[in-house]
């Protein structure tokens, strides 16, 4: 019999993202872990949950991985495609309304302790040493979405200041976004990453540990974070069930497009 | 009725001409017109100003070949295949391609506003970021660069709400757009399956359209069913029959993209040297579309072929499907 106990770092962000999707939430899922994190919601603990993407597909449940936004995966397997236009115009139109259902995972190379994300180049932006794909959809979700930042977590990536902002987080701390003409009332919620998961606190909206998993430990978070980050409200984040890590294997990425299994 | 159907090699000489301001169709791995980008990469068209939306091998290929003036990005990448276009990204850490960046929401709207004739474009988007803060095209620069707005954007005041900054953009004048569709009839009326994407809004916006499509049909039957067509014919300035015109990418109800090219071109675009033979192989080897298709061989191209009801290919992802 196949052993399910044992679980990678990827693994447990993808149950972590999946247990923080609530059922009435729409979801605007990118690919990578979002999308398995997603569809392990949609099967397990939010099956009323619904996903959409930038490329403008809505209330998708694709049955096979998809690599892109745009990928057949799918626009086969939804309710509505639209074109991209529409789906800008639906994320503007959720915040018009004042609605709350939406939530958002965008991710990057670097991210400061405010939440602002660099996804389109590192060092000078005219002359860069590693150049990004740039902003695609996360500039405007950044703008109007409430938005879950999936990071890998390394010294180079948390760090004081970003290169450039391609998503706006909280920008310097609480009033920077109403200073920066951004909607006030939309913003990072968390950062989930390889060694746990970070909010942002509500006064000063500075980066803090509020989990981490049974595999890593605030020291650790600590060590890999470049900018000065307050550990002491961290509690330690459940395991996946066995169950759980079947789940992800053998029925959302039996290929391991994404989740690999070392 | 006029009869707008040409052939690659003649639509890509009459239509696309060096310097033009040129859009392509679809979206990243979907539905890229890629057999008309191979085919100006044969005749040497150059000097492009790029409205590239969401690009990825397709503009890669252009940009590595030195085909590019200017390219206005929003992001360029073959996604989870390759994550950042190699051509595009050496060229910028180069510093051998003037480029500028939006971001993808505002790379479609001003298409759309193109699309819809607006004078300028109204946002509130790029707030607060780097899309702002910083312009890839110095407005000195602009001044002297044809074709392209003298500012990225400026801000204004909300006229119906003083005192709310806004964004507002230029709408682009595209000269020359290129999609891929399912069908097409002689007179230019063609049929987009599944997404549009912004093809609509890129055929309608620009000068010149060039419609390239799996099936061509007949006038007649193109009208029986209306409610399936998308671009009406005096839109369209050619129609060329190209079967699996997007290969690599994908083409809704028809075939799945081409995992193997994907991966050969990740490997072959690290390296100036690797990607000039990649480009000998699968683009200057042959002299057109068909021979390029008889070189990949119809086992190839059969096993990329969507399964129905799946909407993508099972011999694609064997095991994945149960």
Excluded at chain 2, 92 to 111: H, N, R
Excluded at chain 2, 267 to 272: G, I, R
Excluded at chain 2, 281 to 294: A, D, F, I, N, R
Aim: charged share 25%; aromatic share 10%.
């Amino acid at each position: 019999m196949t052993d399910y106990s044992n679980y990678t770092n990827e693994e447990i962000q993808v149950d972590t993202i999946a247990k923080l999707i609530k059922d009435d939430q729409i979801v605007i899922v990118g690919t990578g872990l979002p999308i398995l994190g997603a569809s392990l919601a949609k099967k397990v603990y939010s099956p009323n949950c619904r996903l959409i993407v930038e490329s403008g597909l809505m209330d998708c449940d694709p049955i096979e991985v998809p690599r892109s936004v745009g990928d057949l995966r799918f626009m086969q397997h939804c309710a509505v495609q639209w074109p991209n236009v529409r789906f800008i115009g639906f994320e503007i139109n959720e915040w018009i309304h004042g609605n709350g259902r939406v939530i958002a995972f965008i991710g990057g190379a670097q991210v400061d302790q405010y939440g602002n994300v660099n996804s389109t180049s590192l060092g000078d932006y005219h002359l860069p040493y590693f150049r990004l794909s740039g902003s695609g959809g996360a500039n405007g979700i950044a703008t109007f979405c409430n938005t879950i930042i999936i990071m890998r977590h390394e010294r180079r990536k948390f760090i004081e200041k970003v290169d450039y902002i391609t998503s706006p987080g909280w920008m310097d701390g609480s009033g920077g976004r109403e200073k920066n003409a951004l909607p006030g009332d939309r913003g990072p919620m968390m950062v989930i990453s390889d060694l746990g998961v970070m909010k942002f606190d509500e006064k000063t909206k500075r980066m803090y540990l509020a989990g981490y998993y049974p595999k890593s430990s605030p020291e650790m978070v600590i060590e890999n974070t470049a900018f000065e980050i307050d550990v002491s409200k961290a509690v330690e984040i459940k395991a996946p069930s066995p169950e759980i890590i079947r789940i992800i294997r053998e029925e959302i990425d039996p290929n391991q497009v994404f989740a690999k299994r070392h | 009725m006029v009869n707008k159907v040409y052939s690659l090699k003649d639509a890509v000489a009459k239509f696309v001409e060096d310097g033009d301001r040129l859009t392509l169709g679809g979206f990243t791995t979907n539905k890229k017109p890629y057999a008309a980008v191979h085919e100006i990469l044969r005749q040497g068209k150059k000097d492009f100003i790029a409205e590239a939306g969401p690009a990825g091998g397709d503009w890669d290929l252009l940009i590595g070949e030195g085909r590019v003036k200017v390219y206005i990005n929003c992001y360029t990448a073959n996604p989870r295949l390759t994550n950042i276009s190699r051509r595009f990204r050496d060229a910028i850490q180069k510093g051998t391609l003037i480029f500028e960046d939006y971001s993808q929401d505002v790379s479609v709207l001003m298409a759309h506003a193109a699309a819809l004739g607006l004078p300028f474009l109204p946002v509130r988007l790029m707030m607060g970021s780097g899309l702002t803060d910083k312009w890839g095209i110095s407005k000195e620069l602009r001044q002297t660069l044809d074709k392209v707005p003298k500012d990225k954007f400026v801000y204004i005041d909300n006229p119906f709400n003083p005192g709310e900054k806004i964004v507002a953009l230029p709408v682009p004048k595209i000269d020359t757009a290129i999609i891929h569709v399912h069908q097409a009839s002689p007179d230019g009326t063609a049929r987009i399956f599944g997404s549009e994407f912004n093809d609509i809004d890129i055929a309608m916006a620009a000068k010149k359209t060039i419609i390239t499509c799996e099936e061509l049909i007949s006038n007649e039957e193109i009208r029986r069913d209306p409610s399936k067509n998308s671009i009406p014919g005096f839109c369209t300035d050619a129609v060329v029959h190209s079967p699996y015109g997007a290969h690599p990418s994908q083409c809704y109800h028809y075939y799945d993209y081409d995992i193997q090219y994907f991966k050969e071109y990740d490997v072959a675009s690290k390296t100036e040297e690797g990607f000039k033979k990649f480009l000998n192989k699968y683009v200057y080897g042959v002299s057109s579309h068909e021979e390029y298709l008889e070189m990949l061989g119809s086992n190839r191209l059969l096993k990329l072929k969507v399964t129905p009801g799946l909407g993508f290919s099972a011999d694609l992802s064997k095991g994945a499907v149960k």
